[in-house]
């Protein structure tokens, strides 16, 4: 009965006093976005998020090539990046998007037993994505270091050709022969790396690193490289762009 004595002779308007009743048209605007602010920000970065991704998915470029490298030590990426221009010169476009790229994908092994659960770790990675490259018919050219392909070279049986182009077959162990040095390559003999002043690594160094790599093409006998056209059709290309680099020729046009 006691709250009946307090609502007697009270209004409407007396009981609801602090209700919220916007009038004008701005006032109706600074309510709905009181009430709405939060969910429109989360969509809007939501939205923002989504941009991102699709962007980066269609705006990124397509290499025509990738090349395989095989090192001890991790390349810095001004001469990683060198390197991929050089490659260029001698690649065609064979995607038709009126732009040459050759993509060098790093691989580095360590030839001294990791000390670090990080640094095994890392280590797998490493030899679990080049496992996975292999599988997917990535890079069919590979240039690579001498304590790297030796650190590696018991899961190269049968993997390369021979330089005269015939395969290794899967018992043999004669790499030496299915590999040919950087200085005996015409489109690489002649190539000197151009940094920027400052860097950690300058020319000399980096050509230092360069000139001890060597350089060999897969195999593709026995293989799903021959079951699937695609595959194929890559692998010849990559074969005509291996000749181009030993003749050090360039190819006549850019969609040769």
């Known amino acids: 009965m006691a709250r009946e004595r307090y609502l007697i002779n009270a209004g409407e308007d007396t009981i609801h006093a602090n209700e919220i009743k916007p009038g004008t048209s701005k006032e109706k605007r600074k309510n709905w976005w009181y009430y709405h602010k939060a969910p429109l920000l989360v969509g809007l970065v939501a939205l923002a998020v989504l941009f991102s ?5 269609f705006s990124k470029v397509k290499p025509d090539y990738s090349v395989g490298l ?57 030899v679990a994505r080049f496992a996975g490259d292999i599988l997917a018919n990535e890079s069919m050219i590979y240039l690579h270091n001498e304590e790297a392909f030796t650190f590696m070279q018991e ?9 005269d182009g015939t395969p290794m077959p899967e018992t043999a162990t004669d790499y030496e022969n299915a590999m040919v040095l950087w200085e005996e390559i015409p489109a690489l003999s002649e190539f000197v790396p151009q940094t920027e002043e400052g860097e950690t690594f300058d020319s000399d160094m980096l050509l230092q690193l360069f000139e001890k790599l060597r350089v060999s093409v897969r195999s593709a006998e026995g293989t799903s490289i021959t079951r699937k056209e695609k595959d194929m059709k890559y692998y010849e290309d990559s074969m005509a762009f291996y000749q181009r680099l030993l003749k050090g020729e360039k190819p006549s046009s850019a969609g040769e």
């Open 70 to 126: 095989i090192t001890s030590y991790t390349m810095p990426d001004s001469g990683r990046e060198e390197l991929e221009r050089c490659l260029a010169e001698y690649a065609d476009d064979r995607n038709g998007d009126g732009k040459v790229v050759v993509n060098v994908v790093c691989y580095v092994f360590s030839t001294t037993t990791p000390s670090t659960s990080d640094a095994l770790q890392q280590q797998q990675a490493a």
């Open 155 to 163: 899961d190269f049986s049968g993997f390369f050709l021979y330089k």
């Open 53 to 57: 991704i699709f962007y980066s998915i």
